[in-house]
Structures are given as structure tokens and as C-alpha cells.
């Protein structure tokens, strides 16, 4: 998951967000620290993801910002883009393990 490109990612966080609000709408009728175990780690795997996103939507952002201001605050521009790039390599460090926490978690419902 890690490999993948930004919109792969992005679309993965929305079938985990379908996932974790059904899985959140029948978990009343299963074990409790089961549920509430799987959906941990749905909701761990959704927020890493959505971290990654939020970088990637800054950069966009900044990117379109350097482009009206020309030179002018080019010093902050890759002051703000160096941090974006540091923010990016922490969150897809962590991405590959909630990826993998979640890939062998036993469904509950199951």
C-alpha cells in the first residue's frame, strides 16, 4: 500500500471509511472487544491514510500558492515543502504497518 500512487491511496480510505461505518452500525450484535479490536485498526489504517492525504493536499495547495507569488517567498515555500516531504516519509512509514495489522485481521463478524 505504500507503493501505491496518491489516488489509489485516496480511494482506499474511502472504502475503509464505507467499511468502518457499517462495521460500526452492526457491531452491537457481536463480541464487543472483537469489534472494537477490528475497528481499532480500520480506524488506524483510515487516519494514516488520511494524514498522507491532508500532505498531499498541502502540497498541491503550496504548489498553486508558489506559482502566483513567483519568487517571492520562495524561502518560506521550501521551508513549508521540506516539512511537507519529512510529514510525507513519517506517514507512509507508518502506513505499510497499519496496512498490515489490518490485512491479517480476522473480520469479527466472522
Do not use: C, I, M
Not at 50 to 78: F, I, P, S
Not at 102 to 107: G, H, M, Q, V
Amino acid at each position: 500500500v505504500s507503493g501505491a500512487d496518491d489516488h489509489a491511496r485516496h480511494e482506499l480510505r474511502k472504502e475503509l471509511k464505507k467499511l468502518r461505518y457499517t462495521a460500526e452500525l452492526v457491531r452491537g450484535l457481536f463480541r464487543p472487544k472483537r469489534a472494537k479490536r477490528y475497528l481499532d485498526t480500520v480506524s488506524a489504517l483510515q487516519d494514516a491514510l488520511g494524514a498522507l492525504n491532508d500532505v498531499v493536499t498541502g502540497a498541491r495547495l503550496l504548489d498553486g500558492a508558489a506559482q502566483r507569488l513567483g519568487t517571492r517567498g520562495t524561502e518560506a515555500r521550501e521551508l513549508v515543502q521540506r516539512e511537507l516531504e519529512r510529514v510525507a516519509l513519517q506517514q507512509l512509514d507508518q502506513l505499510q504497518p497499519d496496512f498490515d495489522v489490518f490485512e491479517s485481521s480476522k473480520p469479527f463478524w466472522k
